[in-house]
């Protein structure tokens, strides 16, 4: 089988977050780069995909030089070969730009089943796998916990509120990985070795026949608002202040 | 909870800055690895470790290893954990390729140790002896042994132990008693009793391999009559069928702290059916032991850093969030109180904490990369590696070792009145850190050794080609005016310590060899004191050498604060070598003189 997983490198969760003062993006110094969560699902069910079919696992990134890290990483626990792209013109590139670019890409390889985060934890959007899938003309299942593939067809389970779907669908497809759906491996020694002797090709846009296209931009990042200071409710009667507090719970905070 | 217990950046800047270990691939045994795939490397230690060691910090502390049936019983995460490091490749991770392992320098498997063990000392244990008692196989062992043991060893499947330690036996392993007697079979039958043997039964494996010190029957007295045999707890017959080798476990000991491990008293040979494999020649079990033993003393020196770390990170985090007192310049009670760590009282025992842990760390990786070149060096280079690294053994043991336990006493004393309590986990490492002066050798033990020993060794070569080192670092900071000052007083502790080493030795040589050893403890405290100095002269030259290159942001703030905490060692660790050196020339004898009698009320 040809599994294709879509993997992206976000700062890491524990990294200290700082928003550039002329807002067009965060400082990046100092921070760490970890492969997406979600992605790491993704990544894990091609690799046990692979282990039940046979077959090869291909990781599809866009980034930047650092991007090899985690392509690296992704193919440490198991990938056999990887398509980095790397295009200043999609550096933080919009949902729809970034999907186009990994279309190109997978469009020029065999692809059986494409797995991706069901989000990147950096940006939220959310959108990449299904533009993606529309794209390529496939169908997707997104968010899902748990997948069986029998013949050509996918069973996947999604949970909703109150209850989960089992949706089915065939091959080829695009699936967006929810936490549940497995636990990722981690890279094993012998892995990272091994890594280092497989194949990534590195990719500009117009080697893909692509002219970036993006429906949207990001106008301004701001941090949120700072937490405003707590409150020390003062006076001498303890009835007085328990009154006030039972106040200001209701009334301000709404939390009773 | 702190979720911090190592700075990744500390550490990288140590393995690829100060000691450049991307140098090491120049050499065909680790032409295949890189500086990407050392950092790989770590980065999955870290992402274990918080995965999967830290969160069970606390548990394996109150959950502790039982004695029931005969067989002890640890935390279900065990097993787990054991296949984790398997399959990961960690337990063999520096053995050769023919033997399975990926030829990984030893500064980047004990740097990924140093991250289990401040993650979770206990549940690092278990992959590290394994790794040890391995280690004794493949360097003196027989390929039947080899094809025997070692893969199950480094699968994780069997726990392997080393097993000196007895009753009458503890500095002392000359006076061991478990016997060993020949028979006709290819194998001895063992028997005797093992004391305080550290994972030595459990149930997160399948078998237990004991590396165990005995006696062949008639063999020489003391230290030479001393043989290495394998002893697993059940033997491999021929038809592959595991068979119960008399091996009892007779307890396990409640401990203070690391209570994630179990030590274990075993029984050995009760039934007379045990049966134990000769490692290499008779009677030389503790040379081959001891040549094994500085990875393993390393090891014990990292646990303590690394104990150290997490303890000071812990403590970190609550002095940016307590707010208590105020300002000595601020006399308005109405203001707010200011965080502890504004207080210069709370910045000086951060600053000791970070000192210690950062000093320690760097001796250590110093070590392993003595380990690393004397691997792929010849002749006097070889000889160098090997005669640092065996001088500064006991140093880079017993520093971190002892020091962590006052590194972690000041991180608790930070939390005041709640580092006394188990909402936060300073008892908890102030009791797990407080192992590391005992096992493998005492301090007292090692101060005999460094003194009695090591200084003299090869005419004094090891400790002049040391003077030399510690020289060329002093030498070397002279390029930064910056460094003039800090410079002088390393050449000035490098006079003292030629200063107090010479009058010792003239103790010795006029023939009162109990006065030469008396204060053998002290002689390695101001030993480690220097060395450590030293180790920060080190990276203070780096970090110079950055500053010049122009750092801005993070950078900035992490090599400044490392050369504050480098001032900070210069203006109130190392002048501590004044009084130790005042006592140690003064050859007092008064510990000598001192009777049992006297100590009687
Ligand atoms: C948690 C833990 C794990 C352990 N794991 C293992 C293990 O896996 N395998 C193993 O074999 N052992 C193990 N040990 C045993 C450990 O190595 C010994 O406890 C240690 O070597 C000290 O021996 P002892 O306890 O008999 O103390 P003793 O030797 O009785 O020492 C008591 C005190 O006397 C001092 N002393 C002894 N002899 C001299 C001397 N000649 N001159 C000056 N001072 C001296 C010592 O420094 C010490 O302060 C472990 C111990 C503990 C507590």
Redesign the pocket.
């Known amino acids: 089988m040809n599994i294709v997983a879509c993997v992206k490198q976000v700062p890491d969760t524990e990294a200290l977050i700082k928003v550039k003062a002329d807002g067009s993006g965060i400082e990046e110094g100092g921070i760490k780069w970890v492969m997406s969560p979600y992605d790491e699902f993704g990544v894990e069910e091609a690799l046990k995909t692979k282990e039940k079919f046979g077959g090869e696992v291909t990781i599809v990134s866009i980034g930047p030089a650092r991007t090899m890290e985690t392509v690296r990483t992704a193919l440490a626990m198991g990938a056999e070969k990887g398509i980095h792209i790397d295009d200043p013109a999609l550096y933080n590139a919009d949902a729809y730009a970034t999907a186009s670019a990994l279309a190109a890409a997978i469009k020029g390889i065999p692809h059986d089943i494409i797995f991706c985060g069901m989000r990147a934890i950096d940006d939220d959007s959310g959108q990449v796998g299904s533009i993606l899938a529309e794209l390529l003309g496939l169908p997707s299942v997104t968010v899902i916990t748990k997948l069986d593939i029998e013949g050509s067809t996918a069973k996947a389970i999604k949970p909703i509120e109150g209850a989960q779907l089992l949706i089915e669908t065939s091959l080829p497809c695009v699936i967006t990985a929810q936490k549940g759906l497995n636990e990722p491996r981690y890279a094993s020694l012998p892995g990272i070795m091994k890594a280092k002797k497989k194949p990534v090709e590195v990719k500009k846009a117009a080697d893909l026949g692509l002219t970036v296209e993006q429906k949207s931009t990001v106008a301004k990042m701001s941090p949120p608002p700072a937490r405003p200071p707590g409150k020390i409710i003062q006076g001498d009667d303890p009835a007085a202040k328990a009154a006030e507090v039972i106040r200001l719970l209701r009334e301000e905070a709404k939390v009773i | 909870m702190a979720e911090k217990f190592i700075s990744e950046r500390n550490l990288k800047f140590l393995l690829h800055e100060v000691f450049r270990i991307e140098e090491l691939t120049r050499y065909p045994y680790y032409e295949d690895h890189s500086k990407e795939i050392f950092d790989m490397i770590l980065d999955t230690a870290l992402k274990v470790s918080k995965d999967k060691l830290f969160p069970i910090l606390e548990e394996m502390d109150t959950d502790q290893p039982e004695f029931i049936d005969g067989h002890v019983t640890v935390h279900p995460n065990v097993r787990d954990l054991m296949n984790e490091f398997g399959e990961g490749g960690w337990i063999n991770a520096n053995f050769s390729y023919d033997l399975g392992g990926q030829q990984l320098p030893l500064a980047v498997v004990l740097a990924s140790r140093f991250v289990f063990f401040a993650a979770n000392y206990s549940a690092s244990v278990y992959p590290s002896?394994a790794s040890g008692a391995a280690r004794l196989i493949a360097s003196f062992g027989t390929d039947d042994m080899k094809d025997l043991y070692l893969p199950n060893m480094f699968a994780g499947t069997w726990q392997g132990?080393?097993?000196?330690?007895e009753p009458q036996?503890?500095?002392?392993l000359a006076d061991i008693t478990t016997t060993a007697e020949p028979t006709d079979g290819g194998y001895y039958t063992m028997r005797g009793q093992?004391?305080?043997?550290?994972?030595?039964d459990h149930d997160g494996v399948d078998n237990i391999v004991h590396l165990m010190l005995a006696k062949i029957k008639g063999a020489p007295a003391g230290v030479k009559g001393i043989s290495l045999f394998v002893v697993p707890r059940e033997r491999i017959e021929a038809s592959g069928e595991l068979v119960f080798n008399d091996v009892h476990v007779a307890g396990i000991?409640h401990?203070l702290g690391?209570r994630g491990a179990p030590?274990v008293q075993l029984s050995v040979g009760e039934n007379n059916e045990c049966r134990g494999y000769l490692v290499g020649e008779p009677n030389k079990g503790l040379s081959y032991m001891f040549q094994m033993m500085n990875e393993q003393r390393i090891d014990v020196g990292l646990g303590a850093a690394g104990i150290a770390s997490a303890a000071y990170y812990a403590a970190l985090e609550y002095t940016k969030e307590r707010p208590q007192g105020r300002r000595m310049t601020e006399k308005d009670p109405t203001l707010p109180q200011v965080f502890i760590i504004e207080h210069a009282d709370i910045k000086r025992m951060l600053l000791f904490q970070r000192a210690v842990v950062e000093g320690s760390l760097s001796l250590l990786l110093q070590c392993a990369t003595y380990a690393d070149y004397e691997k792929v060096m010849d002749g006097e280079d070889k000889e160098k590696y090997s005669f640092l690294l065996d001088l500064l053994t006991p140093v880079a043991k017993s520093y971190p070792s002892e020091m962590g336990i006052l590194s972690v006493s000041q991180g608790l004393q930070c939390l005041g009145g709640y580092g006394y309590c188990d909402e936060f986990p300073l008892q908890q490492y102030y009791r797990d850190v407080r192992?590391h002066p005992?096992?493998?050798?005492?301090?007292?033990?090692h101060g005999?050794t460094l003194l009695g020993r090591n200084i003299s060794l090869n005419g004094g070569k090891a400790y002049r080609l040391y003077l030399d080192e510690v020289t060329a670092t002093a030498n070397d900071a002279r390029e930064f005016p910056e460094l003039a000052e800090q410079a002088n007083e390393l050449r000035d502790a490098l006079d003292t310590l030629q200063d107090v080493t010479a009058t010792l030795l003239e103790v010795r040589k006029k023939g009162n060899a109990e006065l030469f050893t008396a204060d053998a403890t002290l002689y390695l405290e101001l030993f480690g004191i220097i060395s450590i100095a030293w180790q920060w002269l080190k990276q203070a030259i780096i970090i110079r050498k950055a500053l010049q290159d122009d750092a801005t942001g993070h950078d900035a703030d992490f090599y400044n604060g490392k050369l504050t905490t480098f001032r900070y060692f210069f203006d109130y660790e190392l002048p501590k070598i004044e009084g130790l050196a005042k006592t140690l020339k003064k050859h007092s004898g008064v510990t000598i003189a001192m009777n049992e009698p006297l100590f009687s009320d």
């Open positions: 002896l132990t080393m097993a000196l330690t036996a503890g500095s002392s093992k004391i305080f043997i550290s994972a030595a000991y401990k690391y030590i192992i005992i096992h493998e050798g005492t301090t007292g033990i005999i």
